[in-house]
């Protein structure tokens, strides 16, 4: 008997689902919402509007896409959270409801440990145990996977997340949501050195990222103030620059946490995983280390229902199912495993 997992995922602005079967991915349908483009960040409401709008159009798509059934469903997995209450509920209700009808189990997937898992869709898999450079919108983590299951946070942000560092960065600038590929686009041709920003104090495996941000809105708007035009004349420098900044925040830290645990196998997972000068700096560091790295493909970085589905096909097997009595959880805690 196949295992057929459909995973759905709505924590935040993207309404994505995707079907697994015995542990391949067949798909991954994904509805980018770009009404968020306007207000520099996502507006909790109107995501919610439009993950109602999107989720059974998407899923339908899913399951044509695969030549799946309804009725060839084995469970259905679902991202419990952390994220935006609103938009966790219109996923989240949608699976109960499907489950419930179907008579079929529904599976809890946490978002961070199914950006990790994206890791498991294509070869080459990872070795146990490796460090995932965990960084989204919303987080920014070294996990230390023993295994699909067991996940140890040794480090994480103690204020912003990475990605809400790219993205109010861009809004200072007046680029529109997100901002991590407004930043990298024109970083591209920018000079990385030529302004420099705060360095952050902490000294172990933990982040922080405000100081940055706020680094960046002083000197926009001391420069403004002599020279009105200062953004538009250096866009590409002080873009090159901070996002220089960023990663070198990012990789500080990561090559601590090799150091301090002697792991050699090293991954990157989540939206900011994206970026290309990140993906380029950690094969260098790869060659200068020795590590083996592992950097997934573009559409596993950013929110995806795959990732759900093989969450969802791990945990199947693990035998590891949710109640339909289970709610969203907004602020999910990450629970480390020993
Ligand atoms: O994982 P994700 O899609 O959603 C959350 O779980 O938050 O990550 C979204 C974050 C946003 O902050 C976005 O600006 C950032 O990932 N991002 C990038 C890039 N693509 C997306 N940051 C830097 N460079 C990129 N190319
Ligand atoms: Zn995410």
Redesign the pocket.
Known sequence: MKIIILGIES??D?TSASICIDGKVMNNIIATQSIHEEYGGVVPELASRAHQKNIVLVVESALKAAKVEFSDLSAIAVTQGPGLLGALIVGYSYAKSLAFALNIPIINVH?MKS?ILAHFIETPIPKFPFLCLTI???HTQIVKVNSTIKMNVLGSTKDDAV??A??KGAKLMGFPY????Q??KYAISGNPDKFLFAESQITDLNFSFSGIKTSLLYFLRDHLKHSPDFINKNREDICASYQKHLISMLTKKLILAAQKTGIKEIAIA???A???ELRIQIKQLSHKYQWNNYIPRFEYC??NGAMVAMSGYIYFKNKSFGHLTDTPQPRMSFENEK
Not at 178 to 181: E, K, R, S, T, V
């Open positions: 924590s935040c993207e978002h950006h989204s919108g919303g990605g809400e790219f993205d997100p901002g991590g590929p930043i990298e989540g939206g900011v994206a970026n290309k950013t929110d």
